[in-house]
């Protein structure tokens, strides 16, 4: 239901056709209403308002603070600034001329004109008119249209701040002004207007991909011909309110296109009819359709407006069901002014270097490593550097690790069960009869649908890592910063010890999969499908969670359609698809083209474009180990492990996530579980009592059924052969220290990670007997697309405390050992800081290897030294992550004779989970770690170690 409310406080008020356009390009004609980062701000032959207060009126050319205003005018705004296309169209002016309001300083600037060397205007700049349209498309504002009659095409280039004529073919449109202008994606739409022979209904559509025009043959029952009313488009639909028709037929319907189907639908029924009229504006905010009435009378100041009706908007459903929250700072407010990840300076990565390496070599291994590092770093590490950092300067939209990391990912050939997939698990729900796989799958489907919206419609609040919260996690502050351009946003939080975090993972979580492909894979997005995939028995299902229109669908609905699958009699396949997933990927990439041969494209096109797999377990769990065995790599059928992620739920209920780690890392899908958590368990949207809907879920769910032939299904088989071979290599073992944890730590100055890697190495200790190659990943997520950097903790502190405790028991006092604690926490806290920070030396080696391969160099010998292979063949590979919605992760040691260590230290207890392959015995590790962590804790009660 569509319906109509009234706002007031705060709000523009315009004259003025405008047609404005969501996802950052708003387009306005007339006195158009236009949005600065999410504020409504408007311009044209009535009121520029900020902060609710216009500025600017009139028909006439009239200043504010050098502010022209003139009747007809186009408006667009390029994050802080308004870009105001402007013409005296009364004073014979041969130009448009372009000023500029900044929303932050408050002040208009006039642009230079553009003149040939005669003085004359250039062919590209355009003549005079009134009623043309502008619109932003990436880093250009189009203008077209206009009286005197025009369809001529302009280009302006926001960077440069020039005039271009662009070369557009086609059905170019006749000639019109006062028509309406709105942009999906690169599409530039057209729509009625006034033409030498009148009214219009006609609408043309230019790509601005090719720059071909085309007229659209709309089908359904077209509008009337109309010129002054504008189109805004929300999610895939047009939205077309009001205008006028000949000399007095004015209009107050809502009329609705679908750009999918070229279809205009039945006009939507509303509550709160609005009178008719033209020259208004209206644009879209927060998913919603927001129409200002022209203004009838003005004074200076808002107080003094009289006869001044209110705006009106036009919802969809409404937020509380639509989202999970409505941030006030816009979700990507921060990201265009993240700082760059640095590149170290290379004589500091390989100081780091070696300081890594000390403990893992003898002497004479450690002279020889040094003398290569040394050599590296004054000739060929050297030059490659200054590559680096060059490539670097010409890429200043990205960071260094960016695209190689991707590639490494990408390009590795392994399966991705083990190697690379890993899960974090939910804890149940407190409330034990919401554990239902019922209830819960049906509200962690609808919160993940909300969370998909929050973040599309750039709601979600943005992800920052508050050092004095009291300042900066308050409402006053976000008041503050979301005025602030974010090209500046970032230092305004930094100015209150806040660190906003990198986003642009969170794009590729829904609607997202890994593409198999010879040799490299590909990532694949479709944000356009409303499915959701759900996998049972090995059987794959789709039904649309989202509705035509961009909303989530009926809860009530998606819990029928899971009940009906959750009861769906079909047997488990004799050939599940899913398992081709856990294959090498070579090996799945070629049997992926026979699943297209065979005729399945439409099929692989529905699984890749689904919003996210589902997966419906038909077992319960056991305990934490049988958890993470499942949670981890399951039986290999009921999975889809390319999707960016799968939600998983056991019969009992249990539920975790599953992802394909190339797209992103922890940060993004830990922000995804805790706000899923969050939502499911304080704003349920179904309940043990709901009923499910009297709907036809028969129709709606859609069983995929795949054309398999012999070679298809021998191939099947054969990788369920090698899935299961694979996996009952794997043992793992569950942790519980329950003497001791952060408090304790921290109270005595301790560094609860710190403690934590130094009984690892303990335990390792304790257990073969010698200091081993140790990762630990950390976050860069306070950079530009951050991915992550390595924690040595393996370190000459740790090695010699280590001793201390194993070797020697006894030989030292409590008060040596506690300053031997001390000593290795607070260098651990250095490596920490320093990685976060993007000073740790792993990945500008890693950078620097990668230059060298892709420009066909031979490596240095630092890259073939023993010691370089042996730092990377990480037999402890540990990572950590803390929430309250966090039950347990793991994943699987990265080398066969590892351990694959996930741990969180919690303010009583301390907690790991932790795999192993044949090689390692992961019990008796953990019993060593255990008496590691007993030892430690005795000496922070003054205890000796005997």
């Known amino acids: 239901m569509l319906r109509w409310t009234s706002h007031l406080d705060g709000a523009p008020l315009a004259y003025g056709s405008a047609a404005v356009t969501v996802d950052g390009a708003p387009v306005a004609y007339g006195s158009a209403a236009v949005t600065v980062d999410g504020a409504p701000v408007a311009y044209g032959s009535a009121a520029v308002t900020v902060d609710g207060a216009p500025v600017a009126y009139g028909s006439a050319a009239v200043t504010v603070d050098g502010a022209p205003v003139a009747y007809g005018s186009a408006a667009v705004t390029v994050e802080h600034k308004v870009y105001c296309f402007v013409d005296f169209w009364d004073n014979d002016s041969d130009r448009i001329d372009v000023h500029v309001f900044n929303t932050v300083s408050l002040r208009w600037t006039k642009l230079p004109p553009e003149t040939t060397g005669r003085g004359e205007r250039p062919p590209e700049v355009p003549s005079g008119r009134r009623g043309h349209t502008a619109v932003l498309i990436e880093d250009a504002i189009y203008v077209w249209g206009g009286r005197p009659y025009c369809n001529r095409l302009h280009a302006f280039d926001v960077d440069a701040h020039k005039w271009l004529k662009p070369k557009s073919s086609g059905a170019v449109p006749e000639a019109r002004y006062n028509h309406s202008a709105c942009v999906l994606g690169k599409v530039m739409y057209i729509h009625a207007g006034y033409t030498q022979m009148g009214h219009t209904d006609s609408m043309y559509k230019l790509d601005t991909a090719t720059m071909v025009w085309a007229l659209v043959n709309a089908g359904g029952t077209p509008t009337a011909a109309s010129s002054g009313h504008p189109a805004t488009i929300i999610g895939t639909n047009m939205f077309v309110f009001a205008g006028r028709e000949g000399q007095r037929n004015y209009y107050n319907s809502v009329r609705v296109f679908d750009t999918k189907t070229n279809l205009w639908l039945s006009a939507p029924s509303t509550q709160l009819l609005p009178e008719e009229r033209r020259f208004h504006s209206a644009f879209a905010y927060n998913g919603e359709l927001l129409k200002c009435f022209r203004i009838k009378a003005l004074v200076k100041h808002w107080s003094s407006i009289s006869g001044i009706t209110s705006p009106e908007i036009l919802g969809q459903n409404g937020p509380p069901l639509e989202y999970l929250h409505q941030s006030i700072v ?38 020889e490593t040094g003398k290569l590092a040394r050599d590296f770093m004054s000739n060929v590490g050297k030059q490659l550097h200054e590559e680096l950092v060059a490539q670097d300067n010409n890429n200043k939209n990205t960071s260094y690790i960016s695209a190689p990391w991707f590639d490494m990912y990408l390009s590795a050939r392994e399966s991705v069960v083990l190697n690379y997939n890993p899960f974090m698990s939910f804890h149940p729900d407190p409330k034990t009869e919401y554990n239902d796989q019922l209830v819960r799958g049906t509200n962690m489907v609808c919160s993940a649908v909300r969370f998909m919206k929050t973040l599309r419609a750039g709601l979600l609040e943005p992800e920052v890592f508050h050092l004095d919260p009291a300042r900066s996690d308050t409402d006053t502050f976000k008041k503050l910063i979301r005025w602030v351009p974010p090209s500046l946003s970032w230092f305004g939080a930094y100015m ?58 009926n809860p009530a609905d998606i819990q029928s359609h899971l009940k009906y699958i959750l009861a769906d009699p079909t047997p488990a396949p004799a050939f599940p698809l899913g398992v081709l997933t856990s294959e090498n990927r070579d090996v799945w990439a070629a049997l992926r083209d026979k699943l297209l041969a065979a005729g399945n494209g439409e099929l692989l096109q529905i699984v890749d474009s689904a919003l996210f797999c589902l997966c419906l377990d038909d077992k319960s769990m056991q305990d934490n180990i049988h958890m993470s065995h499942n949670m981890l790599h399951g039986d290999g059928c009921n999975r ?21 780690h190339s797209w992103g890392d922890g940060v993004a899908v830990l922000r995804f579980l805790n706000e899923i958590f969050k939502d499911t368990t304080e704003k349920p949207l179904v309940n043990p009592d709901s009923a499910p809907a009297a709907v036809d879920s028969a129709s709606a769910v859609r069983r995929l059924q795949f054309n398999l032939g012999a070679e298809l299904e021998n191939a099947i088989a054969e990788a369920k052969e090698n899935f299961d071979a694979a996996v009952s290599k794997l043992t793992i073992d569950v942790m519980e220290f329950r003497k001791g944890g952060k408090k304790q730590l921290k109270n005595k100055n301790l560094s609860p990670d710190a403690v934590a890697q130094l009984a690892f190495q303990m ?27 390595t924690i040595r903790p393996a370190t000459m502190h740790t090695q010699s405390c280590s001793h201390a405790f194993v070797s020697r028991p006894g030989q030292h006092s409590a008060e040596k ?39 066909g160099r031979p490596l240095h010998g630092l890259y073939k030294d023993p010691a370089y292979a042996a730092i990377n063949h990480n037999i402890l590979s540990t990572s950590t992550l803390s929430s309250p919605a966090l039950g347990i992760g793991g994943f699987a040691p990265v080398v066969p004779d590892g351990f694959g260590v996930g741990y969180m230290v919690h303010d009583e207890w301390i907690g790991c989970n ?17 008496t590691s962590l007993e030892d430690i804790f005795a000496v922070l009660e003054g205890k000796p170690v005997s």
Not at 339 to 363: H, M, N, S, V
Not at 763 to 789: D, N, P
């Open 330 to 367: 816009p979700s990507m407010h921060y990201q265009r002014s993240l700082p760059r990840l640095p590149i170290p300076k290379l004589e500091d990565t390989i100081k780091r270097y070696l300081a890594a390496q000390r403990p893992l070599l003898d002497d004479d291994q450690f002279r």
């Open 496 to 553: 209150v010890n806040a660190y906003p975090l990198d986003m642009s993972q969170h794009c590729r979580l829904f609607n997202a999969t890994r593409i198999p492909k010879r040799g490299r894979d590909e990532l694949f997005t479709d944000e356009k499908a409303r499915h959701l995939l759900v996998m049972r028995k090995g059987n794959m299902y789709v039904f649309d969670a989202v509705d035509v229109d961009g909303n989530l669908v």
């Open 640 to 660: 889809w492990y390319d999707k960016s992620f799968s939600l998983i739920l056991a019969k009992d209920g249990q539920a975790a996530v599953n992802f394909e």
């Open 763 to 789: 335990g390792f200790l304790r257990q073969y007997g010698k200091t081993v190659a140790t990762y630990e990943s950390c976050s860069t997520a306070a950079f530009k697309h951050g991915r992550t950097e």
């Open 817 to 855: 050992l506690m300053a031997m604690l001390t000593e290795c926490s607070e260098y651990h806290g250095k490596l920490t800081k320093e990685a976060a920070m993007g000073q740790g030396f792993d990945r500008h080696l890693f950078a620097l290897r990668y230059l060298a391969n892709s420009q």
């Open 914 to 930: 932790v795999s192993s392959y044949p090689a390692r015995n992961v019990h008796d590790f953990l019993q060593c770690v255990h």
